[in-house]
């Protein structure tokens, strides 16, 4: 089981970034795939997240309207959608897969990772 996110960067405060997260040596179905993010100093935070199952999603709080989570079946891959970006979104984000929805946001249940993408935004 492997996880590689992309897509990180520099963009301006409103603007949009889609991070993709490409499945390796396993299909999507039948697994939870959540972002997270890490900013220097803090813990690591559960941005959102979709129960392939029935693509059920979930979206923490500080970005739920702004963020969007889509999956593309043939190429295993899960993207975030993430528009008007501000400031405090600045962070390395990573994904990782489990195989239930449950506590989707409790990073210490997650056995597989991918690398960190850094996303940041700045004027």
């Known amino acids: 089981v492997q996880l590689q996110a992309s897509g990180g960067g520099l963009v301006q405060p409103g603007g949009s970034l889609r991070l993709s997260c490409v499945a390796s040596?396993?299909?999507?179905?039948?697994?939870?795939i959540t972002w997270f993010r890490q900013a220097p100093g803090k813990e690591r935070e559960g941005v959102a997240s979709?129960?392939?199952?029935?693509?059920?999603?979930y979206y923490g709080a500080s970005v739920a309207g702004r963020f969007t989570l889509s999956r593309d079946n043939d190429k295993d891959t899960v993207y975030l959608q993430m528009n008007n970006l501000r400031p405090e979104d600045t962070a390395v984000y990573y994904c990782?897969?489990?195989?239930?929805?449950?506590?989707?946001?409790?990073?210490?249940?997650?056995?597989?990772w991918g690398q960190g993408t850094q996303v940041t935004v700045s004027s």
């Open positions: 979709i129960w392939t199952n029935d693509d059920s999603t």
């Open positions: 040596g396993f299909t999507l179905n039948y697994y939870t």
């Open positions: 990782a897969s489990k195989h239930t929805p449950y506590k989707w946001s409790t990073a210490k249940l997650y056995n597989d």
